[in-house]
C-alpha cells in the first residue's frame, strides 16, 4: 500500500498531513489523532539507520503502525467514554481558510494539526457520531476501506485479521451508517444550510421562541458536551419547543455572549465567544429546511484549534 507524499525535502515528513487525516477520522479527536500521529514517527525514528532503509514503503509502514496505535486507541477509549461525564462529541474543527494565518492581522499556524485535516463529507459531524457506533476494528475496516480506499488485503495487514474477515467487518460498520440513514444524502447543501443557520443565529439572538422553533424539526435533538470541566446539558435535549426555551435560557443566563457564524468540520455552524474566547462551538445537521440535530461542544480541552490563533 502507499500513501501520498507532501511536499518538502524529507518524504517521511511529508506523510504527516495523511497520517493526521487518517487518526483524525478513526478517532474523532485531533489531539488523540496528533499523539497518535507522534508515536508512529517516534517508533519510525527508534529503528535504526539500517532498518529504516530496509523499509520498502515509509509511507506504506507509516500508515500500518499508524493504524494499529488507532486501534489500540479506540479500545481503550470506549471504556473511557464509558466513564466521561455527559455526552461525549467528536472533537469539532475549523475551517483553515477562517483561522489561519491566512486571516488578515492574524499568526500562521501552518503546524497545527487542525490545517492538516482535508474537510469533506467523512468529517462533519453527522458522520462522525454515526461512526461512534461502530466497533473499533468495524471503524478501522470501514475507514480505511470506503474511505481511504485501502484493499481488504493491506487492511488486514493493519486490523490483524483475514481480509475475508475485514470485508465482513466494513459492511456491517455499513449497515449501521444506512440504519441511521448517511448524513450526507439528508442534509442540505452547504449553502442552504448556510442561510438557515445564520437565520437560526438571529432568532437566537433575538430570544425569538416561535423563530426558533420554526426552524427547528419538531423531532430535534441537542447534544451538548462540557466534559464535567463547564456547564451542559448531561442528557440530551429533544423536542424544537425545549430546545428553544434551553437556548433561550442560556441567552438569558449568559449576557455578552457573542455568536459567529463559522464553519464547523466542513458545514456551517455556530461558535459562541466571551469577552472574544470560544466556549462553545456547535455543529448542526439538517433535513428538508430544517434542523435536525445539534451537538454543542462545551469541554474547553477540544476547542483548543480554536482558541489556539487567538481572537477573529
Known sequence: ???????????????????????????????????????????????????REAVASPGAWLTTVAGRICLDVLGSARARRERYVGAWIPEPLPDRTEWSGERPG????????ADQITLDESVTMAFLVLLESMTPAERVAFILHDVFRYPFADVAEIVGRTPAACRQLASSGRRRLRAAGTPAARAAPPAGQAAL??????????????ALVALLDPGATM??????????????????GRIAQYLVH????????????????????????R??????????????????????????????????SGQI
Open 1 to 51: 500500500m502507499s500513501t501520498p507524499s507532501g511536499p518538502g525535502p524529507d518524504p517521511i515528513a511529508g506523510e504527516r498531513r495523511y497520517l493526521i487525516n487518517l487518526a483524525y477520522r478513526l478517532l474523532g479527536s485531533l489531539a488523540e489523532a496528533e499523539d497518535a500521529v507522534q508515536e508512529t514517527y517516534t517508533r519510525w525514528y527508534a529503528m535504526s539507520r539500517q532498518q
Open 106 to 113: 492574524g499568526r500562521g499556524r501552518s503546524a497545527d494539526p
Open 197 to 210: 443557520v445564520r437565520h437560526f443565529k438571529q432568532a437566537w439572538e433575538a430570544k425569538d421562541i416561535e
Open 223 to 240: 447534544t451538548a458536551d462540557g466534559g464535567g470541566l463547564v456547564g451542559a446539558a448531561l442528557r440530551p435535549v429533544e423536542g424544537a
Open 250 to 273: 442560556i441567552a438569558d443566563r449568559a449576557p455578552g455572549l457573542t455568536l459567529l457564524a463559522r464553519t464547523v468540520n466542513g458545514r456551517p455552524g455556530l461558535v459562541a465567544q
Open 275 to 308: 469577552a472574544g474566547v470560544p466556549v462553545t462551538v456547535a455543529a448542526l445537521d439538517t433535513a428538508d429546511g430544517r434542523i435536525t440535530r445539534i451537538w454543542a461542544v462545551r469541554n474547553p480541552e477540544k476547542l483548543r484549534a480554536w482558541t489556539a
